[in-house]
C-alpha cells in the first residue's frame, strides 16, 4: 500500500492528492521518493514564500525549541512580542491578535467586526461574489460559491454579498446599517482576479459616506507576494482589519488580525482567545522569515522581476491560442485558457513542474518568492512544450 492508498483509508476524502510521494523538499524544489525533481511553483499554497528549507527559519526554530514550545497566551512571550513589532513596524497598524489559520483570522475578524457593529449599531456584513474567506461557518456565511457552501446552510444572519467589481452593486447594497465589508482585493482562489481601481475607490469614498469598516483580506496576497507587503497598497488605501496567514509563520501554523485605531479597544479581556494561536515557535519562524525578507530585498525584487514575468507570460499569450488572458499581480498568476485546466496541470507535473488549477479554467502559478531567472526559464520551457502538445 503507497502512502495514497493508506490516506484514502484513514482521511475523509475532502482532498484530492496529488500521485506523487514527496520524501525532500529544498529551495524551489520537490523529491519524490524515486528520486524525480519537480519544481515546486505553488509553494504549499502560497506558504513557503521563502521556499523550502530556509537555513534562517530552521535556526530560529530550533533555537526556539530549546527554550520552550508552548506555554500559552497567559504569558507574554519574547517572540511572539518580537514579531508583533516587526509586523506592526511595517504595516502602521495599530494592534494585533495571533491565529492559527487564514480562516480563524477570518473567523476572529468577523467577530472583532460584529462587536464593533454592535457598539455603532450596525448589524450587515458583506462578502464578495466568487471570493474565498475559508471553511468555517462565519467564513462560508461570506462566500457564494455553491462548491464550498452547499449543504452548510442555513448560513449566518445579516450576512450578504455585494458583486465584486460591480459599483452599481456597491451603491445599491451598501446603507448606515453596513457593518463591514471583506474584500480581497486580489482573489485568489476565485481565479486570481484584481479589484478594479474604480470599485475600491467608490467602496472607500462610501465608508467615508456611512462609517463602515472594510476588512481587507490578504491571506494568500499578503507578506510580499504582489511586490508590496500587501495587495491593497497597490490601491493607495488602508482599510480598518486586515487578516493574514499562509506565508507569515514561515511554514508553520500562523494567522494574524490587524486592526487600527478604530478597532483597537473593541476587544477586552475574555472577549477572544485561542489556546495556540501566537505559537511561539511560529512566532519565531514569522520574525525569522520577515529578517530574511528585508535582508535579502525579497518585496522589491518580486516587484521588479515580476515585471518581466507578464512580459514573458503575454509573449506566449500572442503565440499560443490556448491562452485567454493573464492576470495578477507580483507573483500571484493566473492564466485563464480555453480548454480543461487538469490536462495543461497534469501535463506540466509529469514534465516536473507543480502549478495549481482553479475553477475549470484558470492556471494558478504561487512561485516562491526568491524564484530566480532560472526556475521561471525551467518554468516558461515546460509551459511551451505542454501548450504545443495542447495545440496539436
Same mark, same amino acid.
Given at each position: 500500500m503507497?502512502q495514497n492508498?493508506?490516506?484514502d483509508?484513514?482521511y475523509?476524502?475532502t482532498?484530492?492528492?496529488?500521485?506523487?510521494? *514527496?520524501?525532500?523538499? @529544498?529551495?524551489c524544489? /520537490?523529491?519524490?521518493v524515486d528520486?524525480? %525533481?519537480?519544481?515546486d511553483? #505553488?509553494?504549499?499554497i502560497?506558504?513557503?514564500?521563502?521556499g523550502h528549507?530556509n537555513?534562517?527559519i530552521?535556526?530560529s526554530?530550533l533555537k526556539?525549541?530549546?527554550?520552550?514550545?508552548?506555554?500559552s497566551n497567559l504569558?507574554?512571550?519574547?517572540?511572539q512580542?518580537?514579531?508583533a513589532?516587526?509586523i506592526?513596524r511595517i504595516t502602521?497598524y495599530e494592534k494585533?491578535?495571533?491565529?492559527?489559520s487564514g480562516?480563524e483570522?477570518?473567523?476572529?475578524?468577523?467577530?472583532?467586526?460584529k462587536k464593533?457593529?454592535?457598539l455603532n449599531?450596525k448589524t450587515e456584513?458583506?462578502?464578495m461574489?466568487n471570493?474565498f474567506?475559508?471553511?468555517?461557518?462565519?467564513a462560508?456565511s461570506?462566500m457564494?460559491?455553491?462548491k464550498?457552501i452547499s449543504?452548510?446552510e442555513p448560513?449566518?444572519?445579516?450576512?450578504?454579498r *455585494?458583486?465584486?467589481n @460591480?459599483v452599481?452593486? /456597491?451603491?445599491?447594497?451598501?446603507?448606515? %446599517?453596513?457593518?463591514?465589508? #471583506?474584500?480581497e482585493f486580489?482573489?485568489g482562489?476565485?481565479?486570481?482576479?484584481?479589484a478594479?481601481?474604480?470599485?475600491?475607490?467608490?467602496?472607500?469614498?462610501l465608508r467615508?459616506?456611512?462609517g463602515?469598516l472594510?476588512?481587507?483580506?490578504e491571506?494568500q496576497s499578503g507578506?510580499?507576494r504582489t511586490?508590496?507587503f500587501?495587495?491593497?497598497?497597490?490601491?493607495?488605501?488602508q482599510p480598518d482589519i486586515v487578516t493574514?496567514?499562509?506565508?507569515i509563520?514561515g511554514g508553520?501554523?500562523?494567522?494574524?488580525?490587524l486592526?487600527?485605531k478604530?478597532?483597537?479597544e473593541?476587544?477586552?479581556?475574555g472577549?477572544?482567545?485561542?489556546?495556540?494561536?501566537g505559537?511561539p515557535v511560529c512566532?519565531?519562524?514569522g520574525f525569522?522569515?520577515?529578517?530574511e525578507?528585508?535582508?535579502?530585498?525579497i518585496?522589491?525584487?518580486?516587484?521588479?522581476?515580476?515585471?518581466?514575468?507578464?512580459?514573458k507570460?503575454n509573449q506566449?499569450k500572442?503565440k499560443?491560442?490556448?491562452?485567454?488572458?493573464?492576470?495578477?499581480?507580483g507573483?500571484?498568476?493566473?492564466?485563464?485558457?480555453?480548454?480543461?485546466?487538469?490536462?495543461i496541470?497534469?501535463k506540466?507535473r509529469e514534465?516536473?513542474v507543480?502549478i495549481?488549477?482553479?475553477?475549470t479554467n484558470?492556471l494558478?502559478?504561487l512561485?516562491p518568492?526568491i524564484?530566480?531567472e532560472n526556475?521561471?526559464e525551467i518554468?516558461?520551457?515546460?509551459f511551451?512544450?505542454?501548450l504545443?502538445?495542447?495545440?496539436k
Amino acid at each position: 500500500m503507497n502512502q495514497n492508498e493508506l490516506a484514502d483509508s484513514q482521511y475523509f476524502a475532502t482532498y484530492k492528492r496529488l500521485p506523487l510521494n *514527496i520524501v525532500l523538499a @529544498d529551495g524551489c524544489y /520537490l523529491q519524490d521518493v524515486d528520486g524525480n %525533481k519537480y519544481l515546486d511553483f #505553488f509553494c504549499g499554497i502560497g506558504v513557503n514564500a521563502l521556499g523550502h528549507g530556509n537555513e534562517k527559519i530552521k535556526e530560529s526554530i530550533l533555537k526556539q525549541t530549546e527554550k520552550y514550545i508552548h506555554l500559552s497566551n497567559l504569558f507574554s512571550q519574547e517572540s511572539q512580542n518580537n514579531l508583533a513589532d516587526e509586523i506592526l513596524r511595517i504595516t502602521n497598524y495599530e494592534k494585533l491578535f495571533f491565529t492559527n489559520s487564514g480562516t480563524e483570522s477570518t473567523e476572529g475578524a468577523i467577530k472583532l467586526a460584529k462587536k464593533w457593529g454592535k457598539l455603532n449599531n450596525k448589524t450587515e456584513i458583506f462578502g464578495m461574489t466568487n471570493g474565498f474567506s475559508g471553511r468555517s461557518m462565519g467564513a462560508l456565511s461570506l462566500m457564494d460559491k455553491e462548491k464550498y457552501i452547499s449543504g452548510y446552510e442555513p448560513f449566518l444572519p445579516n450576512f450578504n454579498r *455585494i458583486i465584486f467589481n @460591480d459599483v452599481d452593486s /456597491l451603491n445599491e447594497k451598501i446603507n448606515d %446599517k453596513t457593518c463591514a465589508v #471583506f474584500l480581497e482585493f486580489l482573489q485568489g482562489e476565485g481565479g486570481i482576479l484584481p479589484a478594479s481601481k474604480d470599485f475600491v475607490d467608490k467602496l472607500f469614498d462610501l465608508r467615508e459616506k456611512y462609517g463602515f469598516l472594510i476588512v481587507a483580506d490578504e491571506i494568500q496576497s499578503g507578506v510580499g507576494r504582489t511586490g508590496k507587503f500587501f495587495a491593497f497598497e497597490h490601491y493607495s488605501v488602508q482599510p480598518d482589519i486586515v487578516t493574514m496567514a499562509k506565508a507569515i509563520g514561515g511554514g508553520l501554523p500562523l494567522g494574524v488580525i490587524l486592526g487600527n485605531k478604530k478597532v483597537s479597544e473593541v476587544w477586552t479581556h475574555g472577549t477572544h482567545g485561542t489556546t495556540f494561536g501566537g505559537n511561539p515557535v511560529c512566532c519565531a519562524a514569522g520574525f525569522a522569515l520577515l529578517n530574511e525578507m528585508k535582508n535579502k530585498n525579497i518585496i522589491e525584487n518580486v516587484f521588479r522581476n515580476s515585471i518581466k514575468v507578464f512580459d514573458k507570460l503575454n509573449q506566449l499569450k500572442i503565440k499560443y491560442k490556448t491562452i485567454k488572458e493573464i492576470r495578477g499581480i507580483g507573483y500571484m498568476i493566473g492564466i485563464e485558457i480555453n480548454c480543461d485546466n487538469a490536462e495543461i496541470v497534469s501535463k506540466m507535473r509529469e514534465k516536473g513542474v507543480l502549478i495549481l488549477a482553479t475553477g475549470t479554467n484558470v492556471l494558478r502559478i504561487l512561485p516562491p518568492l526568491i524564484a530566480t531567472e532560472n526556475e521561471f526559464e525551467i518554468f516558461y520551457k515546460t509551459f511551451e512544450d505542454v501548450l504545443t502538445e495542447i495545440e496539436k
